[in-house]
């Protein structure tokens, strides 16, 4: 069976999703006789074109899965991009002396894919973290018969179901109500919710005295530190840092070295332990 060469754009849920689908759904379904023949290849030879071939065909079923997930708000394209890697990780890691079609054994793969997903984007909190958490998660959504709060007999339902408590039940639920908002106002907000942001109940403390006093003085202090520091230095080495860092047309190290006739490696060596002993006096004062 030959699936033959596609555009790689035509073959990129992310591009046209639309023309995607047609496309991977014209690819013929294998028979358990080519799947077994191609599998083999694949396994005992190592033929990449026998596994080109294992996930071209099932490429319709990871589209199937990743629009059970559509519920999520997160575009199908990435879903399906995220299953297939799914599968490609299933292809090279069937066996196929189970006895399994390989349908049957890519769905763990592609589901797992897909959940750690949802699971990175559908917060920018994360909203389960533990593998009880992950699968309570994705179960709880599908407990939930109608949008509205779980009362107290279906919070039981769903625990005794799941086998948790009911209260890590009721966790998961006021975490999947939760949304995430934005920092700073959008800018299709009106005037009434733009002012809600939390942006704005920040406290500018730019122009708080006490603030400024204390800018100014942690400046003041910085400059004399440096200064009685520079002080402690001998005359060549305080002037290659003053030189190297402090003068607004800056030298460099081979118009140092020449002034003093040395290389410009030993210019260098003399900034490097001058500066470890300016920074030695400053922390000391």
């Keep these: 069976m030959s699936t033959g060469l596609m555009p790689a754009g035509v073959l ?45 065909s099932h490429l319709r079923f990871v589209v199937h899965i990743a629009r059970s997930y559509n ?50 984007n559908w917060r920018i909190v994360k909203v389960a973290t533990t593998k009880a958490q992950r699968k309570l998660f994705f179960n709880l959504r599908g407990a939930k018969k109608r949008l509205a709060w779980l009362n107290n007999d279906e919070a039981e339902a769903v625990a005794e179901d799941l086998g948790v408590d009911v209260k890590h039940v009721r966790e998961m639920e006021g975490r999947l109500a939760s949304y995430d908002a934005g920092f700073d106002a959008g800018e299709e907000d009106d005037d009434d919710s733009h002012y ?54 800056k030298s460099t190290l081979h118009e140092l070295a020449a002034e003093y006739g040395v290389s410009a490696e030993r210019i260098r060596q003399l900034e490097k332990n001058a500066m470890k002993k300016v920074k030695t006096a400053i922390l000391a004062a």
């Design 12 to 56: 990129s849920p992310g591009g046209n999703l639309n023309a995607y689908v047609q496309t991977v759904s014209r690819f013929p379904v294998l028979s358990p006789e080519e799947e077994q023949h191609l599998a083999d290849d694949l396994y005992y030879n190592g033929n990449l074109e026998a596994a080109r071939q294992l996930v071209m």
């Design 71 to 120: 519920g999520y708000g997160l575009p199908l394209g990435d879903l399906i991009q995220e299953g297939n890697v799914g599968l490609m990780k299933a292809v090279k890691r069937f066996n196929p002396e189970r006895g399994v079609r390989l349908v049957s054994f890519a769905v763990h793969w592609i589901k797992a894919e897909i959940h750690e997903f949802i699971l990175r």
């Design 196 to 249: 809600v942001a939390p942006v704005h109940y920040l406290e500018d403390k730019r122009y708080d005295p006490a603030t400024q006093l204390e800018d100014s003085n942690w400046e003041e202090n910085s400059v004399n530190n440096l200064e009685v520091a520079l002080e402690k230095l001998d005359d060549r080495s305080r002037t290659i840092l003053q030189r190297r860092w402090l003068a607004e047309d």
